[in-house]
C-alpha cells in the first residue's frame, strides 16, 4: 500500500486551514502593481498582490480602474495566479459593478477578493451572496474565497459571526480605519509602533480578531506597518504581529516591506526539521503513533508539524529533500 500524505490523514472530516502567502502586498496605480508583479516573479509566490480598486481608484473612474485591474490578473505577468483585488465597500455605488468586471473577466484567474468596511456580518454576507451571482453568471465553477477587512466598531462587534461565514477565507485588521474611527479617543501613536501594539483598545481589536479567525478556520492578516526605510523595525512589527497575537499574514504597501515580513513570519528553521523529521516517522508509522526526541506524537501533533510544513514552504523556507519528495 502506498505511504499516504498528510493532507489525506489529517483533515478527514474537517475543514482544512489555508496555507496562504505571509504577505498581502497592495498596490493602487497600475505602475505599482506591474512593479509588484515583476518582484513577484523574481522572489516567487511568497506574496500575493492585491490590486486596490477601493482607494486607487480616481473619483468617477471606477470602471476604468477595475478593468484595468482584471486586464492585469489575466495578463502574462501574473506568473503565479496569486494577484487579487479589493472591490468598493458596500455602501459604495460602485462595489457590484467591482465584481461583474473582475469576475466576468478575470474570474477565472483571482485567488480572492477583499471587501472593506463592513459594518456587520449581514453587510458581508449581501456582498459573498452577489459574488455567488456573479460567478454563476459569469460561468466561474468554484467559489472565489473573500478576505474581509475589520475596520469599523460593527465588524468588530460580529467578528465571529462574520469569520463563520461561508468562503470567508481571511481576516483582515484595517488599523487606520480602527483608529480614526474612535474620533480621537485612540490618539494617533496608536496608527504605528509601539502603540499599536500596546494600546489597549487596539491590542483587544487585533486579539479579538485572531482569535475568531483562528478559531473559525480561518487566516487573521495583520495590518501595515508604516515604517518604509527601516527593515529592521519592519521585521519586530510583524513579527510581534505573528509572536504575541497569533497573526499569519501581514500586509504591505511598498516592496522593502515584503522580504523583513516574510522573513519575520518563518518559521524556525530548527522547528521546520524537527517537522520534517516527526512527519517522516508518522508516515512510516501509518499515521499511528510514534515517539520522536523522547516526546509521544500522535495526529494531534501531527497535524500542527503538517501546518507548520506548509506555511514553511508558503514563506520560501528551506525544507529537506526527503520532505518535499513525500509531502509536496
Avoid at 15 to 43: C, N, S, T, W
Avoid at 260 to 287: G, H, K, N, Y
Wanted: proline fraction near 6%; hydrophobic fraction near 45%; include cysteine.
Amino acid at each position: 500500500m502506498p505511504a499516504r500524505p498528510p493532507s489525506a490523514v489529517l483533515f478527514a472530516g474537517e475543514k482544512p486551514f489555508p496555507i496562504l502567502p505571509a504577505v498581502d502586498h497592495y498596490a493602487g496605480a497600475e505602475k505599482l502593481m506591474k512593479k509588484a508583479m515583476q518582484l513577484q516573479r523574481e522572489l516567487g509566490p511568497i506574496f500575493d498582490i492585491t490590486c486596490d480598486c477601493e482607494d486607487g481608484a480616481r473619483a468617477g473612474a471606477e470602471r476604468e480602474h477595475a478593468e484595468m485591474c482584471a486586464e492585469l490578473i489575466m495578463g502574462a505577468d501574473n506568473a503565479f495566479g496569486r494577484v487579487a483585488a479589493r472591490i468598493h465597500d458596500v455602501t459604495h455605488a460602485h462595489w457590484r459593478a467591482d465584481l461583474e468586471i473582475l469576475v466576468g473577466r478575470a474570474g477565472s484567474r483571482l485567488p480572492f477578493v477583499t471587501l472593506p468596511k463592513p459594518q456587520s456580518a449581514a453587510d458581508v454576507a449581501t456582498q459573498i451572496a452577489a459574488l455567488r451571482e456573479v460567478e454563476r453568471a459569469a460561468g466561474i465553477a468554484r467559489e472565489i474565497p473573500v478576505h474581509v477587512l475589520i475596520e469599523t466598531h460593527g465588524a468588530l462587534r460580529e467578528v465571529w459571526q462574520i469569520a463563520a461565514l461561508p468562503g470567508v477565507e481571511s481576516l483582515d485588521f484595517g488599523l487606520m480605519d480602527f483608529v480614526s474611527g474612535h474620533h480621537g479617543a485612540i490618539p494617533g501613536s496608536a496608527m504605528k509602533s509601539p502603540g499599536q501594539f500596546d494600546h489597549p483598545l487596539v491590542a483587544r481589536a487585533k486579539c479579538e480578531i485572531a482569535a475568531a479567525a483562528l478559531a473559525n478556520g480561518v487566516v487573521p492578516s495583520h495590518n501595515v506597518t508604516t515604517e518604509l526605510a527601516d527593515l529592521d523595525l519592519i521585521r519586530a512589527d510583524a513579527r510581534r504581529a505573528r509572536q504575541e497575537f497569533g497573526y499569519l499574514r501581514m500586509w504591505s504597501i511598498h516592496p522593502n516591506q515584503i522580504v523583513p515580513i516574510v522573513e519575520a513570519m518563518r518559521p524556525d528553521f530548527s522547528e521546520v526539521q524537527a517537522a520534517a523529521e516527526i512527519l517522516t516517522a508518522a508516515q512510516d508509522a501509518d499515521w499511528g503513533p510514534i515517539r520522536h526526541d523522547g516526546k509521544l506524537h500522535d495526529r494531534a501533533s501531527y497535524r500542527y508539524y503538517w501546518e507548520l510544513l506548509q506555511r514553511a514552504r508558503a514563506t520560501g523556507a528551506a525544507l529537506p529533500d526527503d520532505a518535499l519528495r513525500r509531502f509536496f
